[in-house]
């Protein structure tokens, strides 16, 4: 009985701490929904000093379409004396543009600087992929 009781237990605080995979559209349309749960959503970066936003699509991060982007927190700490101009350049060359899966906990609700975006933002982040279009499988792979 004790052996069941931590096995249901320990299965509960699994999912606790288990990243939901959403749709960065559906999570825009319903960012209440998904308040302080750990998401893990795709959606094109961008990372230049103050700009900290996750595009639904490139055609909205090319034209700044705050509308269809969420904030992040992923970025160097600025005030460190260990990024210095090349590492920051070297992180932005690196991040800037590309589409990523990310995976953090998301605030719903409005969030500070200078064009916040609307829907909410991620107040952590677990990880940070790069998606290549050579590390999407096919159809045929499965």
């Known amino acids: ?19 939901e995979n ?6 825009i349309a319903n960012p209440k929904v998904f ?13 230049e000093f103050e700009s ?3 595009f639904t699509d490139r055609e909205s991060y090319e ?6 982007s969420i904030d992040h927190d992923f970025y160097p700490d600025y005030q460190s004396e260990q990024n210095s101009d090349e590492v920051i350049a070297a992180f932005s060359l690196a991040y800037e543009g590309k589409l990523v899966r990310y995976k953090g906990i998301f605030k719903a609700g409005a969030s500070n600087g200078k064009l916040p975006s609307p829907t909410g933002r991620f107040t952590t982040n ?3 992929t ?5 590390d ?3 159809m045929k792979d499965k």
């Open 22 to 27: 959403v749709s960065i559209y559906r999570l």
């Open 136 to 138: 999407v499988p096919t």
């Open 126 to 128: 677990e990880a940070i």
């Open 35 to 47: 308040n302080g749960k750990c998401i893990e959503t795709v959606g094109v970066i961008k990372v």
């Open 1 to 19: 009985m004790r052996k069941l009781a931590l096995t249901i237990l320990s299965l509960m605080s699994f999912n606790i701490f288990a990243c």
């Open 130 to 134: 790069i998606l290549s279009k050579y």
């Open 63 to 68: 034209h700044y379409v705050i509308e269809n």
């Open 52 to 54: 900290w936003k996750l």
